[in-house]
C-alpha cells in the first residue's frame, strides 16, 4: 500500500526552465510534508517543508505547493540548474507518537536538468 | 560538526548469512531512524530508536532487528539474509524524532546478498 506516490520516474528539463516534480498521497493523517534530494552514493539531504496548514512555502529558487482537498504537492524549481540533476523524494508524517523518526517516503523522481 | 556516518559502506554476503550494520548519529541527536532502499519500493522506514528503546517500527519480518547504545550509536541486523535484502540500508538521526525534527542521512550502507 503505496501512501506516497511520485507517478513520473524522470523528468528532463533544460537549464534556466521550470521543473515541477509532483507528489500525491492517500493517507489524510498527514500533515506534515517534506522534500529530499538524493545523490548517487549520498543520503538523501532536505530541501523544503510545509505544514498542512499552509498551501505554499518558498525558499529560493524552491516552492512546495500543498492542495489537501486533491492529497496533492508539487516542487517548484525556478530557474532549474544542472546542479539539481538528482533523485527527488517527497516524504510525509503523520502527527502523533506513531509518526516518531517514521517518515512515509515516494518512490523518487529523477530530475536531469540539461544545459 | 560530523554529520551521520555509516559502517561500513560495502558489503556483500550470501544467502543465509547474518550480517550488522553500525550507524553513529550526529552528535547530541538521540533519534536514530533506519530505511531500506530498493528500486521497486522507493526507501521504506525499518524502525526508529530513542534513548536505547525501539519507538516505532515498520512492516519487516523479524529477520530485521536493531539495538542502540547509551552513546546512540545503532545497530541494525539483518539475520537469515535473502536474495531481497539486497537493497541501499539508510540511517537518519534527529534531535529526538518527533514531527518537525528535521532528519539528517546518513551515506547508506550498500548490501549485496548473493
Known sequence: ?115 | KAGVTQTPRYLIKTRGQQVTLSCSPISGHRSVSWYQQTPGQGLQFLFEYFSETQRNKGNFPGRFSGRQFSNSRSEMNVSTLELGDSALYLCASSLTGGPLNEQFFGPGTRLTVL
Open chain 1, 1 to 115: 500500500d503505496q501512501q506516497v506516490k511520485q507517478n513520473s520516474p524522470s523528468l528532463s528539463v533544460q537549464e534556466g526552465r521550470i521543473s515541477i516534480l509532483n507528489c500525491d498521497y492517500t493517507n489524510s493523517m498527514f500533515d506534515y510534508f517534506l522534500w529530499y534530494k538524493k545523490y548517487p552514493a549520498e543520503g538523501p539531504t532536505f530541501l523544503i517543508s510545509i505544514s498542512s496548514i499552509k498551501d505554499k512555502n518558498e525558499d529560493g529558487r524552491f516552492t512546495v505547493f500543498l492542495n489537501k482537498s486533491a492529497k496533492h504537492l508539487s516542487l517548484h524549481i525556478v530557474p532549474s540548474q544542472p546542479g539539481d540533476s538528482a533523485v527527488y523524494f517527497c516524504a510525509a508524517l503523520a502527527p502523533g507518537g506513531t509518526s516518531y523518526g517514521k517518515l512515509t517516503f515516494g518512490q523518487g523522481t529523477i530530475l536531469t536538468v540539461h544545459p
